[in-house]
């Protein structure tokens, strides 16, 4: 069974387009996050649900826009997609332990904006 | 603000040999600690964490990391390297901020038969 689930796999698309991407986690997590892993692999957050509502919006244009229809999803959306916005994009999910958040990290998405 | 160094960008090992990545970290307070795994194409993949208690935290697939208040660090040890050990790894601070997590930059381990 897979844990936390993301589609596409590879999403290839042209500037100026809108797409979105899926994540479901069947863990029964409480909070889910997006991140974003550059070339340079570096990983930041950008969002993070608790039970449907936004807690964490790092700053990220307003093209970007997380919608959680239920806690077990954290679906984004981008708008007129551009180059700088290729990257793998990666979904997680936790549950708060003794205080702390530990994470598990869906397969990821790469984008790739033409 | 929490801030993670990775200074090693690659290492280079034999298979077999010991092997130890280096992590710094800046938290204002007892900083909850993570080392994770990233295969190429691959998801990332929870090797060890450190909440609280022991200093020393022992992960999946023989690896250690020991934490080191005086010195700010948490770095992740293995005595014997296998190739299949081959991967970017990164040391990772959160708080208690819903999850905020903070990553290093990641230390790329490439590992020679």
């Known amino acids: 069974d897979t844990a936390v689930s993301q589609t596409p796999k590879y999403l290839v698309t042209q500037m100026g387009n809108d797409k979105s991407i899926k994540c479901e986690q069947n863990l029964g997590h409480d909070t889910m996050y997006w991140y974003k892993q550059d070339s340079k692999k570096f990983l930041k957050i950008m969002f993070s649900y608790n039970n449907k509502e936004l807690i964490i919006n790092e700053t990220v244009p307003n093209r970007f826009s997380p919608k959680s229809p239920d806690k077990a999803h954290l679906n984004l959306h981008i708008n007129s997609l551009e180059l700088g916005d290729s990257a793998v994009y990666f979904c997680?999910?936790?549950?708060?332990?003794?205080?702390?958040?530990?994470?598990?990290f869906g397969p990821g998405t790469r984008l790739t904006v033409t | 603000a929490q801030s993670v160094t990775q200074p090693d960008i690659h290492i280079t090992v034999s298979e077999g040999a010991s092997l130890e990545l280096r992590c710094n970290y800046s938290y204002g307070a007892t900083p909850y600690l993570f080392w994770y795994v990233q295969s190429p194409g691959q998801g990332l993949q929870l090797l060890l964490k450190y909440f609280s208690g022991d200093t020393l935290v022992q992960g999946i697939k023989g690896f250690e990391a020991e934490f080191k208040r005086s010195q700010s660090s948490f770095n992740l040890r293995k005595p014997s390297v296998h190739w299949s050990d081959a991967a970017e790894y990164f040391c990772v601070v959160g708080g208690t901020s819903y999850g905020k997590l903070t990553f290093g930059q990641g230390t790329i381990l490439t590992v020679h038969p």
């Open positions: 997680a999910s936790s549950q708060e332990v003794a205080g702390s958040y530990e994470q598990y």
